[in-house]
T-cell receptor
Framework: DADVTQTPRNRITKTGKRIMLECSQTKGHDRMYWYRQDPGLGLRLIYYSFDVKDINKGEISDGYSVSRQAQAKFSLSLESAIPNQTALYFC???????????????FGPGTRLTVL | EDQVTQSPEALRLQEGESSSLNCSYTVSGLRGLFWYRQDPGKGPEFLFTLYSAGEEKEKERLKATLTKKESFLHITAPKPEDSATYLCATSNFGNEKLTFGTGTRLTIIP
């Protein structure tokens, strides 16, 4: 079974609709991240969470919100979707409990979101 | 602001033709440099982390090296299954977040 799972894998929605993307992990990591990927722009950080009570904005948080329901679950919401939020969305996790010697992030399979 | 630039954007090689991908970075206090492989429609797959200039790591046909300004991903005698986009990222001691380059799309022709 995959260590980091994302649901749904594909979603088509209409402008103005509320959308939630979910991420679950079995790696036991404390840190979780949400990124979007657009052609030619690379991966950009939307939000990140270092533990259940710690939520931080990334470089492109406008139009998005998140919820860390448990150590293993981190959800991304688009309150009112717009076409320029069409992208690939990735969840990632990392473990800082082992002395902070690595920032290695492990990614989920992604969600392809299309906003019409 | 941290910057990561990868070159070339795309590279086509014949099977068995060795080459290198470049990742240039400007980071205030490099904590780590990361290489990932990404197949179309899939999430990035972790390959290597390098921490200090002079460090090298190898995995099968791939070898990553690091200097104070750039990293190279050397691919030796590549096979078609090595075709993918290779991403480079850095983290610094200030914010512990990753800054990604836009990737090099590698195609190996049989």
């Amino acid at each position: 079974d995959a260590d980091v799972t994302q649901t749904p894998r594909n979603r088509i929605t209409k402008t103005g609709k509320r959308i939630m993307l979910e991420c679950s992990q079995t790696k036991g990591h404390d840190r979780m991240y949400w990124y979007r990927q657009d052609p030619g722009l690379g991966l950009r950080l939307i939000y990140y969470s270092f533990d259940v009570k710690d939520i931080n904005k990334g470089e492109i948080s406008d139009g998005y919100s998140v919820s860390r329901q448990a150590q293993a679950k981190f959800s991304l919401s688009l309150e009112s979707a717009i076409p320029n939020q069409t992208a690939l969305y990735f969840c990632a996790t990392s473990d800082q409990t082992s002395g902070g010697s690595t920032d290695t992030q492990y990614f989920g399979p992604g969600t392809r979101l299309t906003v019409l | 602001e941290d910057q990561v630039t990868q070159s070339p954007e795309a590279l086509r090689l014949q099977e068995g033709e060795s080459s290198s991908l470049n990742c240039s970075y400007t980071v205030s206090g490099l904590r780590g440099l990361f290489w990932y492989r990404q197949d179309p429609g899939k999430g990035p797959e972790f390959l290597f982390t390098l921490y200090s200039a002079g460090e090298e790591k190898e995995k099968e046909r791939l070898k990553a090296t690091l200097t104070k300004k750039e990293s190279f991903l050397h691919i030796t005698a590549p096979k078609p299954e090595d075709s993918a986009t290779y991403l480079c990222a850095t983290s610094n001691f200030g914010n512990e977040k990753l800054t990604f380059g836009t990737g090099t799309r590698l195609t190996i022709i049989p």
